[in-house]
């Protein structure tokens, strides 16, 4: 009992080191938030085009069913945006649809926005109060959804695209999801 | 006193609940208001962690303020406006979350923590306490008592040692 008791201190020590060095080792980011919507059917919203921006308007719900599709969160004052924009053009041209969720920005801005650093997406809503963004759990921008043919979420990124975090996550999903 | 008064005022001001609440955000419908008061406490922004969004002055956290109130408006209860956000951002944007299997040790653990101490004072404690029992009753030993007779002799054959305070 005795001996128990003197050991106890040391026995904590190590569990409690061993709590510590696993989630250093583990790499885990504490401001990650799980999503609570991975693997449910995208949320109801009908978002209305951005203006000034040449092609399609905007979309919604029934725009992401038929075939796999790919949701960007992006806005013209997002500079993380912007670096991940080549990534994103990368996906439309690989044939992949893409669509974008202006996300709280104005209008002419995004347009213009969207002249100078090319445009991917085969729609654009414009979300200007960030009501939608809501609608789909988002934190901030950029974040970027696959969502599956049947209109699903399928997986969520929050911040932005890397070429690794695109070869690692992303092209394996979209393949198994037939893309 | 009227200083101390003033003093203690100023003290207790900065500590007044100071929400993030901007005043076009406000319901005309006090109730209203105040549930929606109510309900913003209980959750989370999600992008500043241990703010609760009618704290936080994130841009998200206003949405999040505004939502709230426009459910209620609709007419919702507040727990079916918890429901709405817990959808979207799960558990996480509940700052006391439902007791589930996965919540258990977020509810139980520190209260378990507590009682292993308490338990663990108590043992220590009765350990000492049966430790000094037993020597506190130990007789002396032969040659202890020949000492302390020896000693008792020198001091002057039993007659009381004087102490300091005493008239010679």
């Given at each position: 009992?005795?001996?128990?008791?003197?050991?106890?201190?040391?026995?904590l020590?190590v569990?409690?080191?061993?709590?510590?060095?696993s989630?250093l080792?583990l790499?885990?980011?504490?401001?990650?938030?799980?999503?609570?919507?991975?693997?449910r059917?995208?949320p109801?919203?009908?978002?209305?085009?951005v203006?000034?921006r040449?092609g399609p308007?905007?979309f919604?719900?029934?725009?992401?069913q038929?075939?796999?599709?790919?949701?960007?969160?992006?806005?013209?004052w997002?500079?993380?945006?912007?670096?991940?924009?080549p990534?994103?053009?990368?996906?439309?041209?690989?044939?992949?649809?893409?669509?974008?969720?202006?996300?709280r920005?104005?209008?002419?801005?995004?347009?213009?926005?969207?002249?100078?650093?090319g445009?991917?997406?085969?729609?654009?809503?414009?979300?200007?109060?960030?009501?939608i963004?809501?609608?789909?759990?988002?934190?901030?921008?950029?974040?970027?959804?696959?969502?599956?043919?049947?209109?699903v979420?399928?997986?969520?990124?929050v911040?932005?695209?890397?070429?690794?975090?695109?070869?690692?996550?992303f092209?394996p999903?979209?393949?198994?999801?037939?893309? | 006193?009227?200083?101390l008064?003033?003093?203690?005022l100023l003290l207790?001001?900065?500590?007044w609940?100071a929400g993030?609440?901007?005043?076009?955000?406000v319901l005309?419908?006090?109730a209203?208001?105040?549930?929606?008061?109510?309900i913003?406490?209980?959750?989370?922004?999600?992008?500043?962690?241990n703010?609760?969004i009618?704290?936080s002055?994130?841009?998200i956290?206003?949405?999040?303020r505004?939502?709230?109130?426009?459910?209620?408006?609709?007419?919702?209860?507040d727990?079916q406006?918890?429901?709405f956000?817990?959808?979207?951002?799960?558990?996480?944007?509940?700052?006391?979350?439902t007791?589930?299997?996965?919540?258990?040790?977020?509810?139980?653990?520190?209260?378990?923590?507590v009682?292993v101490?308490?338990?663990?004072?108590?043992?220590?404690?009765r350990?000492?306490?049966n430790?000094?029992?037993?020597?506190?009753?130990?007789?002396?030993?032969a040659?202890?008592?020949a000492?302390?007779d020896?000693?008792?002799?020198?001091?002057?054959?039993g007659?009381?040692?004087?102490?300091?305070?005493?008239?010679?």
């Amino acid at each position: 009992m005795r001996r128990w008791l003197f050991f106890a201190p040391v026995g904590l020590f190590v569990v409690l080191g061993g709590v510590f060095l696993s989630q250093l080792l583990l790499g885990r980011d504490p401001s990650h938030i799980p999503s609570a919507l991975v693997d449910r059917p995208v949320p109801e919203f009908v978002l209305p085009g951005v203006e000034g921006r040449d092609g399609p308007a905007g979309f919604a719900t029934a725009d992401l069913q038929g075939s796999l599709s790919i949701v960007n969160v992006f806005a013209s004052w997002c500079v993380p945006c912007l670096a991940e924009h080549p990534l994103i053009s990368g996906l439309s041209e690989d044939g992949y649809r893409v669509f974008g969720i202006n996300h709280r920005d104005k209008d002419a801005e995004a347009a213009a926005w969207l002249r100078r650093h090319g445009d991917p997406y085969t729609g654009v809503g414009a979300d200007r109060d960030a009501r939608i963004s809501v609608e789909w759990g988002v934190t901030g921008v950029p974040e970027t959804f696959i969502v599956d043919a049947a209109g699903v979420i399928r997986y969520k990124h929050v911040g932005p695209l890397t070429p690794q975090l695109l070869e690692d996550e992303f092209m394996p999903r979209i393949r198994a999801l037939g893309g | 006193m009227r200083r101390l008064a003033v003093l203690l005022l100023l003290l207790w001001l900065p500590a007044w609940p100071a929400g993030a609440v901007e005043p076009d955000e406000v319901l005309a419908d006090p109730a209203l208001e105040d549930r929606a008061r109510e309900i913003s406490k209980e959750l989370r922004c999600v992008v500043c962690q241990n703010q609760s969004i009618d704290d936080s002055n994130a841009e998200i956290a206003r949405d999040m303020r505004l939502l709230v109130r426009e459910r209620l408006v609709e007419g919702d209860t507040d727990d079916q406006v918890v429901d709405f956000m817990v959808a979207r951002y799960g558990e996480y944007v509940r700052f006391s979350p439902t007791i589930r299997f996965e919540t258990l040790p977020l509810w139980f653990g520190p209260p378990a923590l507590v009682l292993v101490v308490v338990l663990a004072i108590v043992m220590v404690y009765r350990a000492q306490q049966n430790r000094s029992a037993h020597e506190g009753v130990r007789p002396l030993s032969a040659a202890e008592r020949a000492r302390l007779d020896a000693l008792v002799e020198k001091l002057g054959g039993g007659e009381k040692p004087r102490s300091q305070g005493d008239p010679p």
